[in-house]
């Protein structure tokens, strides 16, 4: 099945990428989630935002676009949320960006009094990568709590309901 795309000028491309100029819009897939997850460990966890997409080429390129809530509590001093994208198109998860601690990268972060710190931030960030694949792979969001002062702490992404979205558009190569 061949499924049309029409762009701006009203000119129709194909969305197998054939006839479609490097730069084009060959499709997107986004998806949402208001399921709250939460975490009381200082490692990395699952969001339950992710999405699957299969690539029409491998000279493709995927635009992520990410927007999720995430707060982050701790009982004492300092409390630090970071959130992060991966995905599976090489076999296994890998982060799409680099997330270090030390530079708070695409993070948030809260010196509090000692009784109480919370923090709490929409993270709204994107992603331009090459998977070289026309297999299907997932893209998903990972949320850690850290603080310098201890393990004690949480994060939670979709608090009360709230919507967070994934998109992912193909680009032609």
């Known amino acids: 099945m061949t499924t049309t795309i029409t762009g701006a000028a009203g000119i129709n491309r194909v969305a197998d990428g054939a006839d479609m100029p490097a730069g084009g819009v060959v499709q997107i897939v986004t998806g949402t989630t208001t399921t709250e997850a939460a975490s009381t460990i200082n490692g990395w966890v699952d969001t339950g935002l992710a999405i699957a997409i299969t690539p029409t080429s491998t000279s493709s390129k995927i635009l992520v676009i990410v927007s ?3 707060d982050g509590h701790r009982g004492d001093n300092e409390a630090d949320v970071l959130v992060k994208i991966q995905s599976n198109h090489s076999g296994s998860y890998a982060d799409l960006h680099t997330v270090v601690d030390d530079q ?3 993070n948030t972060y ?13 993270f709204n960030f994107n ?8 297999s299907s792979f997932t893209v998903k969001t990972q949320m850690r709590f850290r ?3 201890g393990t004690d702490g949480d994060v939670t992404t979709q ?3 709230h919507s967070s979205s994934i998109t992912l558009m193909e680009i032609a190569g």
């Open 68 to 70: 999720q809530p995430a």
């Open 104 to 106: 708070r990268y695409m």
């Open 110 to 122: 809260q010196s509090g009094v000692f009784s109480s710190t919370r923090t709490t931030q929409i």
């Open 127 to 134: 992603v331009l990568f090459s998977p070289s694949s026309t």
């Open 147 to 149: 603080s310098n002062y």
């Open 159 to 161: 608090q009360g309901g």
